[in-house]
């Protein structure tokens, strides 16, 4: 399953969602979510930086990361930003594809 990283910064209406429920149910919530769109969380945290919330999660495909976004940034408690990410060996298979690719001016 391709993985992605869920990158996550909290709405004024989120964070009192969280103040209410505190972070564990949050992180049970997400995992819900993940797990209902067929993937698996890897891990969950929460963070005093640009973003609010990191996850990194296993899922079926581009549609249901899509799906998840769609449905979080619908409820308007977060905005959210999804990352496809490579492995290692997913970037030795990439690095060796044959692009023909030229250069502008080449």
């Given at each position: 399953?391709?993985?992605?990283?869920?990158?996550?910064?909290?709405?004024?209406?989120?964070l009192n969602g969280?103040?209410?429920?505190?972070?564990?149910?949050?992180?049970?919530?997400?995992?819900?979510?993940?797990?209902?769109?067929?993937?698996?969380?890897?891990?969950?945290?929460?963070?005093?930086?640009?973003?609010?919330?990191?996850?990194?999660?296993?899922?079926?495909?581009?549609?249901?990361?899509?799906?998840?976004?769609?449905?979080?940034?619908?409820?308007?408690?977060?905005?959210?930003?999804?990352?496809?990410?490579?492995?290692?060996?997913?970037?030795?298979?990439?690095?060796?594809?044959?692009?023909?690719?030229?250069?502008?001016?080449?």
């Open positions: 399953m391709p993985t992605f990283l869920l990158k996550s910064t909290y709405t004024p209406e989120g969280l103040l209410r429920d505190g972070g564990t149910k949050r992180a049970e919530v997400v995992r819900a979510l993940v797990e209902n769109a067929g993937g698996e969380m890897t891990s969950l945290h929460f963070a005093f930086a640009e973003q609010d919330t990191y996850v990194l999660c296993d899922l079926p495909d581009h549609r249901a990361a899509a799906s998840l976004a769609m449905a979080i940034g619908a409820a308007r408690g977060l905005r959210v930003q999804v990352t496809p990410l490579l492995n290692p060996t997913e970037v030795d298979e990439a690095a060796r594809m044959p692009t023909g690719y030229t250069p502008p001016g080449a």
